[in-house]
């Protein structure tokens, strides 16, 4: 880790502090802006695997109040209190949408810490391709805060799409999202 060491958090002082905060539901992270605190060893995996220090956090309620004090500043991502802010990596993106409904004309994702999030104007969907030519599809959970859609949620999704000028896309929420041009399907 690199930082403050005489002021470095740890793991169980985060934990605490999205315990209290998350009693009234998610903190106001976007309101929290305290000093940086350097780099602490968590990693969340492009399938949505939370580790610490090398190994899976495997108690699923902890991943959750970690989630909930996640905070995107420009291309990082940091778990904050409002006290302390620390780096982490994050492989993808910090969610992964594990499903959907969709009905009346909205498509509701749930993530894989349980949040659940209609796509619309606020959280927008994006399809990405990949490095190996795969679509990469995410659709945006919180401030900035994105989830990769899984494949299986993603397929699904295509039986949905329509096409509008030109382009294949979903709707929801009253808005289009534009996946592909529509010819590169024909």
Sequence with gaps: MTGHKDVMPSATSLLGAARQAG?????????????????????????????????????????????????????????????????????DAPF????????????????NVGDHVTAGPDHPIRVDLAQDGEPAPYVEVRAGLEALIDRKSFYRLVELGEEQEGMFGLRSGGTFFPMIEAAALH
């Design 23 to 91: 009693r009234r539901g998610l903190p106001p992270v976007h309101l929290w802006n305290p000093p940086y605190c350097g780099e602490i060893d968590i990693v969340i995996k492009r399938d949505g695997t939370w580790f610490h220090d090398g190994t899976p956090i495997g108690r699923m309620g902890l991943v959750k109040l970690f989630s909930s004090i996640l905070k995107k500043e420009g291309d990082r991502i940091y778990l904050v209190t409002p006290v302390e802010k620390v780096g982490i990596q994050v492989e």
């Design 96 to 111: 992964v949408a594990v499903d959907f409904e969709a009905a009346d004309g909205a498509i509701t994702f749930e993530t």
